[in-house]
């Protein structure tokens, strides 16, 4: 086979950064000039270097805060992922440099697109998920599940959790079951010094299951995660303040998981201590300012409390639940919105509104559903359906905010007996896999979507006798736990 003529770019461009550091001539050929070809190394390439500029440290005192140069860039998703063009964007990071080429653009990825799908809203270097990254060198088992993740998220994107042998999804699980290892390993001889990236490994690993379907082994981790946060309760605030904000956003996801979690599987999760419970929520209300569920803290504290009434047999779980209700209605959505501090410019306020009414009155809907005879009428729950829709509605189908949905949506379309109001909500769903320019190709929304289709088909074809069939109580007694977020 020939070989592929070399082209060369223009005059006016540098060396690649190889030949620049050994102050050699450079052909300034694409994809790879002669020099480096020769000597069989990676071309560097003659576009800006990725680098983490004041970084914590990896030694010593966890200090510092982390910039991204090179990487605010407004072109459309597929370019920023390098799927439009031969030439990957590598990683030129010092500390990676140990890893394989696919195991650094891995991290790349992690860098550039999960962590923007972990925030509300990008702001770049504020993003409190980057500031891990540079500490994965000293910690191996950070390391491991970051390269993981990555790995899940492009084999997620292409669709290859469909196709066992696609070398993504295989680096994915390799990675997983290495930074499980590593992860055990680091648990057995925990110190005050790894308590914190432990539990970002961990979460972590919640979070590599939802991009691969929301199945697995969530409920273990969410337990261990909790565990640690207990641990951390006093020295979490002796970290360096920007680590501190990391370690706020990434606990913040794992007690909103746990929730959500808890809301719908039937998983009997151990049960926390007031103290705990007091300063966990606490916490929700730190990292308001990153959560991409756009959901006030205090509707995800009435949602856990909501949750334990579907087991509850007491005779007070009717006056609970009456009780719940008006506490969620009482909030103040708009004020809470607009208290929050740290926001971007560039966001959307009267978006999150519109989403965090969804999620009060889908709670309001939930806690009908688990308490069934606190509901005032048979027409409550559909007018509670409406009441969602409305407010969902008010979120374009195209706007960043969208995977905040996916929750309040699910529950509303898991709901209705409506045809149209259930190919609504698939097309919402869907829209945040797909179509959505911010678009987030996790597997959970597909097991949803696909949950959602079950429920109906399973309603349609033997209605209840008495009444509607109870689809939370269904799900809640399923075998197979499906972590919706």
């Known amino acids: 086979m020939p070989t592929p003529a070399r082209v060369p770019i223009a005059a006016q461009s540098p060396a690649c950064h190889n030949c620049r550091r050994r102050r050699l001539r450079c052909d300034r050929s694409i994809p790879s000039c002669r020099k480096c070809l020769g000597s069989k190394q990676e071309c560097l390439g003659y576009g800006p270097l990725l680098r983490w500029a004041n970084a914590p440290a990896v030694r010593g005192k966890l200090v510092g805060r982390l910039a991204l140069h090179g990487m605010r860039n407004t072109s459309p998703l597929s370019e920023r992922l390098g799927l439009s063009s031969p030439v990957k964007p590598p990683l030129l990071d010092p500390l990676l440099s140990h890893l394989h080429r696919r195991a650094r653009h891995y991290v790349y990825h992690f860098a550039t697109i999960v962590c923007r799908d972990l925030v509300s809203f990008d702001q770049q270097d504020l993003n409190p998920f980057r500031v891990i990254i540079p500490l994965a060198r000293k910690y191996d088992f950070l390391e491991a599940i970051i390269v993981a993740t990555g790995a899940m998220h ?12 696609r070398p993504e999804l295989v680096d994915a699980l390799v990675a997983k079951d290495k930074a499980i290892r590593l992860l055990r390993s680091a648990v057995d001889h925990l110190t005050p010094e790894n308590q914190a990236m432990v539990l970002a490994a961990t979460v972590f690993l919640i979070n590599l299951d939802l991009i691969d379907s929301g199945k697995g082994g969530w409920q273990v981790h969410i337990e261990a995660a909790s565990a640690l946060m207990s641990c951390l309760h006093n020295p979490i605030h002796q970290l360096d303040r920007s680590l501190m904000a990391s370690i706020d956003a990434i606990a913040a996801d794992c007690l909103t998981y746990r929730v959500l979690g808890s ?4 998983v009997a999760l151990t049960s926390w201590a007031d103290h705990d419970l007091a300063e ?11 959560s991409y569920h756009c959901c006030p803290p205090e509707i995800l504290h009435i949602l856990l409390l909501a949750s334990s009434l579907c087991s509850d047999d007491s005779p007070t779980r009717v006056e609970e639940a009456f009780s719940l209700i008006c506490r969620a209605r009482a909030l103040d959505v708009v004020e809470w919105v607009h208290s929050i501090r740290g926001l971007s410019d560039q966001d959307n306020l009267d978006v999150r509104v519109s989403i965090a009414l969804a999620h009060r009155a889908t709670t309001c809907l939930y806690i009908l559903l688990a308490v069934p005879d ?15 829709l409305e407010h969902l509605a008010a979120v374009p189908i195209d706007h960043i905010h969208l995977k905040s949905t996916i929750w309040p949506t699910f529950v509303v379309g898991a709901q209705t007996d409506d045809p149209v109001q259930r190919a609504w ?14 678009m987030c190709p996790w597997g959970y929304i ?4 696909n949950m959602m289709y079950n429920l109906w088909d399973a309603r349609d074809r033997e209605p209840a006798k008495d009444g509607r069939r109870n689809w939370l109580l269904e799900l809640k007694s399923m075998r197979e736990k499906c972590l919706i977020v």
Do not use: K
């Open 446 to 449: 597909r097991t949803a979507v």
């Open 374 to 388: 606190a509901a005032p009428s048979a027409s409550s729950l559909d007018v509670l359906v409406r009441e969602v």
């Open 154 to 165: 492009i084999a997620a994107l292409h669709g290859d959790q469909d196709q066992p042998g």
């Open 425 to 438: 909500c698939i097309e919402r769903m869907q829209a945040v896999w797909s179509t959505n320019p911010w």
């Open 280 to 290: 966990f929520f606490s916490v929700l209300r730190r990292a308001e300012t990153y």
């Open 263 to 266: 809301a719908i599987s039937g």
